[in-house]
């Protein structure tokens, strides 16, 4: 996982069957399947860090990121579409920033907007699952530890 990138890990977590579901959703194949979904990661990992920029919600932010460094690490299979069971603050973080991000995603690429929304919410519960398991991996790191690379904005 050390030389992946957060949208790999997440695609690796989605899976083929995954994301041939949302292909279908799409209306699409595969690869432009995939090229939404990391559209989306990019969008929604984008507005993960511009949150915790934020003085308004860093704190909500931070807390969200403690939680799921402290928490034990995931069952595997966790990703499934029907979503986590509880999920916690960063649950809560992810699914008010996959609106924006869905917005964005959906501007850049010229599919509709409740479509990319559709997406973006079978997205959540799998991107949440990649946070808990490299905040599991890199306990005591920050966001940027768990997201790895630049910041997008």
């Given at each position: 996982?050390?030389?992946?990138?957060?949208?790999?890990?997440?695609?690796?977590?989605?899976?083929?069957?995954?994301?041939?579901?949302?292909?279908?959703?799409?209306?699409?194949?595969?690869?432009?399947?995939?090229?939404?979904?990391?559209?989306?990661?990019?969008?929604?990992?984008?507005?993960?860090?511009?949150?915790?920029?934020?003085p308004a919600s860093a704190d909500e932010v931070r807390a969200a990121v403690t939680e799921v460094s402290t928490a034990e690490p995931p069952?595997?299979?966790?990703?499934?579409?029907?979503?986590?069971?509880?999920?916690?603050?960063?649950?809560?973080?992810?699914?008010?920033?996959?609106?924006?991000?869905?917005?964005?995603?959906?501007?850049?690429?010229?599919?509709?907007?409740?479509?990319?929304?559709?997406?973006?919410?079978?997205?959540?519960?799998?991107?949440?699952?990649?946070?808990?398991?490299?905040?599991?991996?890199?306990?005591?790191?920050?966001?940027?530890?768990?997201?790895?690379?630049?910041?997008?904005?």
């Open positions: 996982m050390s030389d992946e990138s957060f949208q790999d890990d997440v695609l690796n977590e989605l899976g083929d069957d995954r994301l041939q579901e949302i292909a279908g959703l799409l209306g699409t194949d595969p690869a432009e399947a995939r090229q939404l979904v990391g559209s989306s990661v990019t969008e929604l990992s984008g507005e993960l860090r511009s949150a915790a920029a934020e069952l595997q299979g966790v990703a499934a579409f029907g979503g986590l069971v509880g999920g916690g603050l960063m649950a809560g973080v992810l699914g008010k920033l996959a609106r924006p991000a869905a917005d964005a995603v959906a501007r850049k690429t010229g599919i509709p907007a409740p479509t990319v929304h559709r997406a973006v919410e079978l997205l959540v519960p799998v991107v949440l699952a990649v946070i808990t398991k490299r905040a599991a991996t890199k306990k005591g790191g920050g966001l940027g530890d768990i997201l790895g690379g630049t910041q997008k904005r």
